[in-house]
């Protein structure tokens, strides 16, 4: 079901000093931020030859990040993204095999105008993941 990792989502108190050594320490092209009042974080993107590193700050008075950065002050991988080629018949299957999809279920638009939707992290050996429509 799953295709190519789309990314690597690392939480991080400080935006831009993440942003400062991804750059200058790991010679990385970094993208400008972008705010997702929708998911609570302000998102950059690092662009990798193979997959992409999403740095994830919070956003508002409840980002859903903001208890994983309380116990990981230092910051952290948050979560991966996996593409799938139809994410509702993906949601659906998982969920006819006993997987909880956070929230409602429905999917919303992620940081690249596509639908995603996230699994519960105890149902996949603590990861939580993202899937994403390709
Ligand atoms: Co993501």
């Known amino acids: 079901m799953i295709g190519r990792l789309n990314h690597v989502a690392i939480a ?8 400062a050594q991804y750059q200058s320490a790991l ?19 690092i662009e990798l030859p ?18 994983f950065l309380e116990k ?16 509702l018949a993906a ?6 095999a006993g997987a909880r999809i956070l929230g409602d279920g429905t999917p919303k638009i992620g940081a690249h ?3 995603v939707l996230f699994l519960h992290p105890k149902d996949f050996t603590g990861t939580l993941i993202e899937l994403e429509q390709a």
Do not use: M, W
């Not at 108190?13 to 993440?18: E, F, I, S």
């Not at 949601?91 to 006819?96: E, G, I, S």
């Open 91 to 96: 949601r659906d299957q998982l969920q006819a």
């Open 27 to 45: 010679g990385a092209v970094v993208g400008t931020p972008q705010d997702e009042p929708d998911h609570g974080v302000r998102v950059v993107f």
């Open 50 to 67: 193979n997959t992409k590193i999403e740095l994830l700050a919070t956003l508002g008075d409840n980002s859903p990040i903001a208890g």
């Open 113 to 115: 105008g596509k639908p």
């Open 12 to 19: 991080v108190p400080d935006l831009v000093a993440a942003c």
């Open 72 to 87: 990981n002050p230092a910051g952290g991988i948050h979560h991966i993204c996996y593409e799938v080629v139809d994410l």
